[in-house]
């Protein structure tokens, strides 16, 4: 019966540490975007957040953005370009 309170043991302290290297990176995730998101313009970042994150559509992002639908898929275009520099930079 020992052995089996040994062996629990070490794995609630593996499954621990386990969570905690995910908790860990969950963190360094989010400040990355959060830094990659700080260095688009502000109206970028307002359309990529709208139709990326919070699902609206193109049109939708347009009217309340003041844009044409085109110039939304532009500048949704280069923000996304964009993150994806400055996350590959931070890797």
């Known amino acids: ?28 995730l989010v400040q990355r975007l959060e830094q990659a998101m700080a260095c688009l313009s502000d109206l970028d970042r307002r359309v990529l957040v709208m139709r990326d994150l919070q699902g609206y559509s193109t049109r939708e992002v347009a009217r309340a953005a003041g844009l044409t639908a085109p110039a939304v898929k532009t500048r949704l275009h280069r923000a996304r370009v964009a993150m994806r520099a400055q996350l590959g930079a931070s890797a």
Do not use: F
Request: charged share 35%.
């Open 1 to 28: 019966m020992t052995e089996t309170a040994e062996c629990s043991i070490e794995v609630v302290e593996l499954d621990e540490q386990e969570a905690l290297r995910d908790v860990v990176a969950h963190h360094e």
